[in-house]
């Protein structure tokens, strides 16, 4: 049972990064992504690239997630945990060095996802 609830908080991981992907690499500078990430149009269209670089990277962990997923059994059980841990860090150094909300919002379910995959 834990097993199922870890998978899906794992693939709600997988999405959400997918979804950061997607505010990061091609709205970072349209009224959607000005408004979630609190940026003016100046300061976005000078981030542009620095960005869409960073939604590659969670594109990244995304397909690390789903490849876990896919792959089931013991080696998707290692390819999940160490994609959760790596979420979980990038989740924190974004709340000390951006915002406080990113813990919540990009570290809180991969931690939850990965303790309950333990059980």
Same mark, same amino acid.
């Given at each position: 049972?834990?097993? @199922?609830?870890?998978?899906?908080?794992?693939? @709600?991981?997988?999405?959400?990064?997918?979804?950061?992907?997607?505010?990061?690499?091609?709205?970072?500078?349209?009224?959607?992504?000005?408004?979630?990430?609190?940026?003016?149009?100046?300061?976005?269209?000078?981030?542009?690239?620095?960005?869409?670089?960073?939604?590659?990277?969670?594109?990244?962990?995304?397909?690390?997630?789903?490849?876990?997923?896919?792959?089931?059994?013991?080696?998707?059980?290692?390819?999940?945990?160490?994609?959760?841990?790596?979420? @979980?860090?990038?989740?924190?150094?974004?709340?000390? %060095?951006? %915002?406080?909300?990113?813990?919540? @919002?990009?570290?809180?379910?991969?931690?939850?996802?990965?303790?309950?995959?333990?059980?």
């Amino acid at each position: 049972m834990f097993i @199922i609830i870890a998978n899906v908080l794992t693939g @709600i991981v997988a999405a959400l990064h997918i979804y950061f992907l997607v505010l990061e690499m091609f709205l970072w500078d349209k009224p959607m992504g000005l408004r979630t990430f609190r940026n003016t149009p100046e300061k976005a269209e000078t981030t542009k690239v620095l960005a869409a670089n960073q939604g590659l990277y969670n594109g990244f962990l995304a397909a690390g997630l789903i490849w876990g997923l896919l792959m089931g059994g013991h080696e998707g059980f290692h390819v999940k945990i160490f994609f959760l841990t790596c979420v @979980i860090i990038a989740g924190a150094y974004g709340a000390y %060095s951006v %915002s406080r909300r990113i813990l919540y @919002i990009q570290a809180a379910p991969a931690l939850l996802a990965l303790v309950l995959l333990h059980f």
